[in-house]
């Protein structure tokens, strides 16, 4: 069986006239369909890089080398249309800031069906219903009544469920989830994380989960990769390398981590009714009010 996903030797690294920064270094890793990979590794380690790879979106001046291949195709070398087909249906990525990933000056309703109409073919009244579907299914309350607001009028939550919407609306083969919930509540990270979760089961998609967070990572990974400096350190099942750690660093991010012990499972969902939605000032500030007894 071929990988949905085959990456081998690739490196990625950024010149500039002062110094050069391999942050990808000779990195394989591959993917099955259906499979959930955790990524994780500290700050800096190349997991954004690596993931922005795969959809031909590493800025400037970074230089790609190596092969990837996606449903067997070569997609390292391949020029912005190629790329245009692969993105969305083919790989769909939520940004680890919720803000890259939506266009400010339209309303998140008119986003979302613009992209099932563009890339799916929809009907315009069709991709509307659909949009909204969506909105529901990513816990965005009155969907309808919401459909026409913008970006800014959404919490950094909602935000990120948008995108999440809108990565997962396309119905792609693989979905790269980079630290999708980092910035947010816990409590409203572990419904985020839940809904990746079915949607993978739901879809059969595989999924790319970039983490820096070990309890997170072992909730939602079937394999786990570890990356240090640019490079794989460790990669095996996600139980295995939570029970016999192999690489110093991955032991003392094992060491390092309480949680151990704390899984969002163990959260309880907050109710959408302690989720404040209202106007943002434009700031980032995700406003969840969390009942802080359920944080144990
Ligand atoms: N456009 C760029 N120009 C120069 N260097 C870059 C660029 N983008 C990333 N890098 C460098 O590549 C390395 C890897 O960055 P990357 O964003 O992939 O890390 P990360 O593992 O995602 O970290 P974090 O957990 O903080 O998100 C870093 O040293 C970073 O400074
Ligand atoms: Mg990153």
Redesign the pocket.
Known sequence: MTNLLEISNLN?T?E?RFRS?T??HDVSLSVAQGESVALV??????????GRSILGLV????VVSGSILFDGKQIVDRNEDDFRDIRGVGVAMVF?DALDGLNPVYSVGSQLSEILTVRLGYQRGRARERAIELMLQVGIRDPEGRYNDYPHQFSGGMRQRICIALAVGMQPKLLIA??PTTALDVTVQAGILRLIKKLQTETGMGLIF?T?DLAVAREVSDRMVV?YN?RIVEEGTTDDVFLRPQHPYTKALLSAHPAHAKSWRDLEPIPEEFVTDGPSSGSQTVSAIVPTASIG
């Open positions: 990625v950024f500039t920064v942050a990808v590794g500290a700050s800096g380690s190349g997991k954004t890089v690596l800025d400037e001046p970074g680890q980079d630290e970039v820096h990356m640019g």
